[in-house]
């Protein structure tokens, strides 16, 4: 399984910001001691790409360095060369790994899930919106019109990509996070399953059970973009939810199969995980990434 990272592109942060960067180049070095997975530097989104799902005057306003002191505080990032090209190679490791699961069966990026960026501002950590610009991206270099289904399971409702996504029928937004959790004002998916603080394995997995069934019913997906979030794991310090981690790998075979079962490829992105202990955090996501490597249907190269 192709996996592409972005890690080494540095986003410099004060002491003791919040955001767990370091989780990044520690997953990396733990999917570096996975046989059957091939790490891949992540390539550069372009301009015309991120434009799929921005407005033009944000995109400018990021690549130039405008951005006011507000909107830099809903990113919750400062303003630096730095994070412009991460947030550029994060957009284009999912856009590769979309490319790489149409003819794999399976492809991870080792971050992304970019879910709170709207078309016109950045919020809670996400400068762009991976998800909507890779199905948009997809979507035009195929050679058939590709309906793509986005599995959100970040325990955060992807907010952004349900307002980026509202009018287009061709992608199907479906969110399944904690109700009472961060962002405190929703957008409407496609489909939301809101979950209850201290959720637990048995409700969460029939939840989603539930869930999938219902995009099967009401849409017919070509290609999945699944945001495996490790924030829903009982251990992490936002999620507020109680599921441990034989349930998130559940939760991952679930998606797995199902995609399996349509026979259309998947492309996983990391999106949340703010563990207390960040080496637990690591170990849920490098589960993740691990198990979708199972579900890789042709040898690369």
Not at 37 to 47: H, I, M, Y
Not at 235 to 258: H, I, M, P, T, Y
């Amino acid at each position: 399984m192709r996996a592409f990272y972005a890690d080494h592109f540095v986003l410099p942060l004060p002491d003791g910001h919040r955001f767990p960067m370091a989780k990044y180049s520690l997953l990396r070095e733990a999917v570096a001691q996975m046989p059957n997975v091939e790490l891949l530097e992540a390539p550069s989104a372009t301009d015309r790409q991120i434009l799929l799902a921005h407005d033009v005057a944000y995109v400018q306003s990021v690549l130039n360095g405008t951005l006011t002191a507000q909107a830099q505080r809903e990113i919750g990032f400062p303003w630096t060369p730095g994070m412009v090209e991460r947030s550029r190679r994060s957009v284009g490791a999912t856009i590769a790994a979309c490319k790489a699961a149409l003819q794999d069966g399976v492809s991870a990026n080792l971050a992304g899930g970019t879910h709170h960026a709207y078309r016109y501002k950045g919020s809670g950590f996400c400068v762009f919106n991976d998800a909507a610009i890779a199905a948009r991206v997809m979507q035009r270099s195929h050679t058939s019109a590709l309906n793509v289904a986005i599995i959100d399971l970040d325990v955060h409702q992807g907010n952004g990509t349900a307002s980026v996504l509202a009018q287009d029928e061709s992608i199907f937004t479906f969110s399944m996070h904690g109700e009472r959790n961060f962002p405190f004002r929703k957008e409407p998916s496609d489909l939301d399953i809101g979950l209850a603080d201290d959720t637990t394995d048995e409700a969460y997995l029939n939840a989603l059970d539930q869930g999938l069934d219902e995009l099967s019913n009401r849409f017919k997906p070509g290609f999945i973009i699944y945001l495996g979030g490790a924030d829903i794991h009982e251990g992490d310090r936002l999620g507020r939810l109680k599921v441990s981690k034989q349930g998130v790998l559940e939760r991952d075979l679930k998606v797995f199969n199902f995609a399996k079962r349509q026979q259309i490829g998947v492309a996983v992105v990391m999106a949340g995980g703010y563990g207390h202990d960040i080496t637990q955090t690591v170990s849920v996501h490098a589960q993740t990434i691990e198990t979708a490597a199972r579900f890789t249907t042709t040898q690369h190269g």
